[in-house]
């Protein structure tokens, strides 16, 4: 594998830029910047317990065993009620704790039913030798204070997150723009689009343009599609076409050396630069820029265009290097030997002990179950079961974003 010509393949980065969407719609997207707590939570002295709030002079009294009168009954989301001194109030879990009380006693500590009417004294029985602080009591900012950071700018928004900006009372949310791809297959063998006219010579199905526009939408990205035959102005329209509202422009097939790679004719030499990488599948790659939009350009081979997405597409897209994307795990499949053409690819399957196994061959089927892509050096190079590998975790669908 070249470092070199990968680095050069995503070199750059692709715009940031952000939007604001309600809290409701932004599960999955990146945060923007940090969220900083513009109110403490708790806002206001509550309950951690359902049971009875108690000042100081009624927990005394009720440590001798002697019965504490209870003049009043907050449950929550209701105003708090005034405790007067040597007396109790019932509260419930979040209700607004009196100001004069010294804790909460847990309604199984009295002697009181746990649920109906207010009682007119409790008997408190069986209380810890020491009680610190505020027994059950959560205090204004106990939780998060004003000017706590409590989501870092740059996370993927799950469940929690979004839980923790409503407990701040946040409506919206601002987020990462979604990046605007463009992606063009090109070739004349390829099948039309639905509707349009059948062609009379061999043809064979398109299926580079449902999978990475599918591909595309899992990173979270907007997909805007194109195809184009194998004419350099009917290609050079379409990418023309696309430019103006789109981040990054990626096409498939038309790269590699034969007399009609609609892609090499069109850009080469003004726009993009042709390669060939050591690698298996996708060794036919090129990259360049026209209009300001950076352009990739990956080989019309299925498996091989779909390996080059996960390669260089989603580290410039996340702006992650290559190389900090690999992960380490222990092989569990039969003798590997490395190719003499190079660094291969191969789908691997995760097993339930954590070891990965790879799949018989790098077919588009094959990805189709795998779990992560096991990189082989090439030959003399090889893989036995045991040993130590780096594989590229292939994302969920709905995760990336």
């Excluded at 309604?107 to 810890?128: K, Q, W, Y």
């Excluded at 997150?161 to 070739?187: C, K």
């Excluded at 265009?305 to 410039?316: E, I, K, N, R």
Aim: hydrophobic residues 45%; charged residues 15%; aromatic residues 4%.
């Amino acid at each position: 594998m070249d470092p070199e010509a990968y680095s050069r393949i995503i070199a750059g980065a692709l715009p940031v830029g952000s939007e604001t969407v309600p809290l409701a719609e932004a599960v999955g997207r990146i945060l923007a910047h940090d969220v900083v707590a513009r109110e403490p939570i708790p806002a206001f002295a509550t309950s951690a317990m359902d049971g009875y709030a108690l000042d100081s002079r009624a927990l005394a009294r009720a440590r001798t065993g002697a019965p504490v009168t209870v003049v009043g009954d907050v449950p929550a989301g209701h105003r708090p009620v005034d405790i007067a001194p040597g007396t109790a109030v019932r509260v419930m879990t979040g209700a607004a704790v009196p100001a004069g009380a010294a804790a909460v006693v847990p309604v199984e500590f009295t002697d009181a039913a746990r649920t109906g009417e207010i009682p007119e004294t409790i008997t408190v029985a069986g209380l810890p030798e020491t009680i610190v602080g505020r027994w059950n009591i959560r205090d204004v900012g106990e939780d998060t204070a004003v000017g706590d950071i409590v989501v870092l700018g740059g996370q993927r928004l799950g469940a929690a997150a979004i839980g923790t900006l409503a407990t701040l009372g946040e409506t919206t949310v601002e987020v990462r723009r979604r990046l605007r791809v463009g992606l063009i297959v090109t070739g004349d063998e390829l099948a039309p689009a639905p509707g349009a006219a059948t062609a009379t010579a061999p043809i064979i199905p398109n299926s580079n343009l449902p999978m990475l526009a599918a591909a595309i939408v899992t990173a979270g990205a907007i997909p805007h599609l194109g195809t184009s035959g194998d004419d350099p102005a009917e290609f050079l329209a379409v990418l023309d076409g696309l430019l103006p509202d789109v981040d990054l422009v990626i096409t498939t097939g038309g790269i590699s050396a034969g007399a009609f790679e609609v892609v090499r004719a069109s850009l080469e030499g003004t726009d993009s630069e042709f390669v060939r990488v050591r690698q298996r599948p996708g060794g036919p790659q090129g990259f360049g820029r026209r209009g300001g939009v950076p352009l990739l350009h990956f080989p019309g081979t299925p498996s091989g265009a779909l390996l080059s997405f996960h390669l260089f597409a989603l580290s410039l897209m996340s702006g992650t290097d290559l190389a900090a994307r690999w992960q380490r795990a222990v092989y569990a499949g039969p003798y590997l030997a490395g190719h003499v053409k190079g660094v291969s690819f191969v789908p691997v399957t995760v097993s339930v002990e954590g070891t990965v196994v790879p799949a018989e061959r790098a077919r588009l089927r094959d990805f189709a179950g795998a779990d992560a892509i096991l990189r082989v050096s090439a030959a003399p190079a090889a893989i036995t079961a045991g040993d130590l590998v780096q594989v590229l975790p292939l994302p969920a669908t709905g995760l990336e974003r």
